[in-house]
């Protein structure tokens, strides 16, 4: 018999060579080329990544680092105790114990008075000046406030931990150098004596400083606070989150829910878009032309304010509740309708309380954004220079971004470490914000 003929290898049997690759496929020198330039260009673009985490991690420590370092002082405050004369002839010649004649009394001529039984031998004009200058000018308030809240200290004399001046406060913290000419230094040296004097007997003490959570702003850094700022900015918000939520949402609900798709709505989703990329100074020039040149409402109040940011929050509001009820799947609205149910009672009973979570973290993200606004909120005039804390939406106010503006502007050195402090205030208050949606979202976040 004969063999039969072989046919020359092809197909499958040609594919094995020296050069297979895997799974027996061939590659080439330039195909394995390739792929290595493939992977060198991914390993480049993960590092170009890492690179940039990196850089803004950095500047964001760079940033904070900055702030903490210039507004940790703030924090705390030096006092002096001194023996003072609480002087009924001075205080209450009368008798009467009347809380409205103890604001007629020279409590600061009683501090001085102490001061001068502290230093005796201190003379002349120029020196008890400076003398007297090394207490807060804040000191009859201060002396005030504990007459008023304790009458029988009257006549008594009893040791008061008065507040140090802002240069003095500075001084003690280190941020000014004793070793410098005197010339060149806001603490002189026979003030520089006095408070060493003091130092040694055990009267400077450190104290944390509560005015900056308990009062509104001042004149004097010592006694500056940031409470009057704080109780403007949540009644500010109370008055945004009142109109921009129940209208953003009512609104988001009828376009998404039950407006016709035509050219009219497609021209108001337009606008609304349009209006979110606005610059926020506009809508502070629409408050200060219709809400107090047109409607007479008043100035630097958080009433007009939070209209101000309600208009400016608005747009973000609706296109987040748009968003969320997007997100809900078309099935549950037509199991709703399957059973009988009409629009209204299917938007109102499953709709909306499936898109709540997505709506809630959208106005909360916009309510952090007009929290930290300065430039609309200048326009209506809440840069004006207020003392007390507000007791409602009509009274004169100011806010934390705008209180930061105007200590930012002012030249006392004490007010550099109180503009850092507040800067720390209101990250914290927006970080608390934020947090809030990031948990509202995780929390009643539904996957479908």
Known sequence: MTEPAHSPDTGAGAAASPASGPKGINATDAEEAGVRRRYRAEARF????????????????????????????????????????????EIDPSGARNADDFAKANYTALARNALKERFPDVSGRRDRRALYGLLSNGVDLQMLNMVRDDPSIIGKRLPVAFLTSDDVDSYLKGFIDRDLPESDRRVKDNEIVWLDALEADGLVETVFNISFWTQGD??????????????????????????????????????????????????????????????????????????????????????????????????????????????????????ALGIGASRLQVVTHHVLPLAMPGILTGTIIGMAQALGETAPLLMIGMVAFIVDVPGGITDPSTVMPVQIYLWADSPERAFVALTSAGIMALLAFLILMNTLAVVLRKRFERRW
């Open 218 to 335: 001042s004149r004097e850094p010592e006694i500056a606070g940031f409470w009057g700022a704080i109780v403007g900015s949540f009644f500010t918000l109370l008055v945004t989150l009142a109109i921009s939520f129940p209208i953003g949402v009512l609104a988001a609900t009828y376009l998404e829910e039950f407006a016709p798709k035509n050219r009219w709505t497609d021209l108001i989703e337009v606008n609304i878009n349009n209006l979110a990329a606005v610059p926020s100074i506009v809508f502070g020039l629409l408050g200060l032309a219709v809400f107090l040149n047109f409607f007479g409402l008043p100035r630097s109040a958080p009433l007009v304010g939070g209209m101000v940011l309600a208009l400016m929050t608005l747009p973000t509001i609706i296109i987040a509740s748009r968003a969320a009820l997007k997100a809900v799947p078309p099935s549950i609205r037509e199991a």
């Open 46 to 89: 993960r590092m170009y990544g890492i690179a940039a985490i990196a850089a803004a991690i950095g500047a964001l420590a760079l940033l904070v680092i900055s702030i903490v370092a210039n507004g940790y002082s703030a924090f705390y405050q030096h006092t002096v105790t001194l023996e003072v004369e609480f002087d009924e002839a």
